[in-house]
């Protein structure tokens, strides 16, 4: 093929070239490093940082979260902030653990402290929910059947009217094709908060859930009637017959009912955690 160079094209040429490369004064600049960590959100009240400690210590005790999992709180004073345990057990987290990250999900101080693979969890819902004060993420064998059947998880008692209508399943496959099932990117935590929407809980396929709310209590409150409900529902289906689930009205009008009372089992739990952590 025979080329054609006008003056033209030339002159593109170089000037794209020479574009191309980089002013005299970053070729003597320092090289590149890491980027800088992000500036903290400030100092965060120590009750609140005890409060997601005890999260961690009741949804343990109430076999929602198991050797995995983990639950976060939008930082308090800084909404582009967030507060997640270091990798490790629930059962375990003490307030040395807690670690904060911006919503990109860098560490501001990691302290050598490492960081779960799947905290793009949090940082993506943040993100996408200005609502949201507070994220869990589960492996609660309970709700995993309805991520990998034909039937949606919905609300069949009063407690779980917050599941109204249905749950929302995540596929991974549909997102990124063929993985190791872990949410262990930006791009997976964004199209998971996609799924998600403004629901309070969404399912991810073969893996768990991930359920938000406005308080730490109320997200926990959640995870753990996530799976009772499902309990019930997968009994009410194992009789056989049709299932008489709550209609929407009835579970927008149970929602207000719950936001009053779930204080009730949040004093409760936290009691019999406070005890179980202090006899240690
Ligand atoms: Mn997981």
């Known amino acids: 093929m025979k080329l054609s160079l006008t003056a033209a094209h030339a002159a593109l040429a170089i000037s794209l070239l ?12 320092a090289p ?7 500036e903290s959100g400030g100092p965060v009240d120590p009750a609140k940082i005890q409060e997601l400690v005890i999260a961690n210590h009741v949804l343990t005790d109430l076999n929602v979260i198991d050797g995995f999992g983990h639950i976060s709180m939008r930082h308090p004073g ?12 629930p059962a375990l987290v003490t307030a040395d653990d807690i670690m904060e990250y911006d919503l990109a999900s860098n560490p501001v101080d990691a302290k050598g402290r490492n960081s779960f693979f799947e905290r793009y969890i949090h940082g993506e819902i943040y993100k996408a929910r200005p609502d949201v004060m507070a994220v869990i993420h589960t492996h609660s ?13 919905r609300p ?6 917050f599941l109204s209508p249905s749950v929302p399943v995540f596929d991974i496959r549909k997102a990124a094709g063929q993985t190791n099932m872990l949410v262990g990117t930006p791009d997976l935590g964004k199209s998971l908060a996609s ?23 109320m997200a926990v409150f959640r995870a753990y ?23 929407p009205e009835e579970s927008q009008k149970t929602l207000a009912t719950i936001e009053n009372i779930h204080g009730r089992a949040w004093d409760l739990w936290k009691r019999a955690a406070l005890e179980k952590m202090t006899a240690k």
Do not use: C, D
């Open 225 to 247: 009637y996530s799976n009772v409900n499902a309990s019930l529902q997968s009994q009410a289906m194992a009789l056989g017959g049709k299932v008489n689930y709550m209609e």
């Open 78 to 89: 800084n909404p582009n902030r967030y507060l997640l345990s270091r990798s490790v057990a």
């Open 156 to 161: 069949v008692f009063l407690l779980g009217a």
């Open 195 to 217: 799924t998600l929407g403004s629901r309070s809980v969404a399912l991810l396929r073969g893996h768990g859930s991930v359920v938000v709310a406005s308080t730490v209590p």
């Open 18 to 29: 020479v574009g191309a490369l980089p002013p005299v004064h970053a070729q003597t600049a």
């Open 32 to 38: 590149a490093t890491a980027p800088a960590a992000p």
């Open 141 to 153: 064998l309970g709700v995993i059947p309805f991520g990998i059947g034909g039937v949606p998880l």
